[in-house]
Nanobody, 126 residues
Framework: QVQLVESGGGLVQAGGSLRLSCAVS????????MGWFRQAPGKEREFVAR????????DYADSVKGRFTISRDNAKSTVYLQMNSLKPEDTAVYYC???????????????????WGQGTQVTVSS
C-alpha cells in the first residue's frame, strides 16, 4: 500500500517561510518523479513544482519561481518544498504526489500522478 504523509504546513505572515515534507512508503521512491500541487478554496488544483526521479531536474510554476525550492532525499524517501517570501496568494492546501511512470521527469498535469498525500494547509496572513 502506497502512502504519502505530508507535514510542515501552518500559519505564517507574509514574507515568512515554511518547509513542507512528504514521506513516501510502499513504492520504490527513488524510481519516481514527484510533484507538489496546491488548491485554494473555489479553485482548481494547480501545479507548483516537480522534481525528476534522480533529482537532477526541477521545474516550477511561474507564480512561485525564485521563491520555492523542491528537493528530495532518496535515502529518506522524502520530498521537500522550501517556501520563502510567502504571499497571501500562496494560501492553499498543498499536496504531494508520485508520478505513475517510473524514471520520469515529473509532470505539470495532476492526471499523471497516481498517489497523493492527504494535503497540508498553508495560510499566509497579510
Amino acid at each position: 500500500q502506497v502512502q504519502l504523509v505530508e507535514s510542515g504546513g501552518g500559519l505564517v505572515q507574509a514574507g515568512g517561510s515554511l518547509r513542507l515534507s512528504c514521506a513516501v512508503s510502499g513504492r520504490p521512491f527513488s524510481r519516481h518523479a514527484m510533484g507538489w500541487f496546491r488548491q485554494a478554496p473555489g479553485k482548481e488544483r494547480e501545479f507548483v513544482a516537480r522534481i525528476s526521479w534522480g533529482g537532477g531536474h526541477t521545474d516550477y510554476a511561474d507564480s512561485v519561481k525564485g521563491r520555492f525550492t523542491i528537493s528530495r532525499d532518496n535515502a529518506k524517501s522524502t520530498v521537500y518544498l522550501q517556501m520563502n517570501s510567502l504571499k497571501p496568494e500562496d494560501t492553499a492546501v498543498y499536496y504531494c504526489a508520485v508520478e505513475q511512470i517510473g524514471y520520469g521527469m515529473g509532470s505539470t498535469l495532476p492526471s499523471m500522478y497516481d498517489y497523493w498525500g492527504q494535503g497540508t494547509q498553508v495560510t499566509v496572513s497579510s
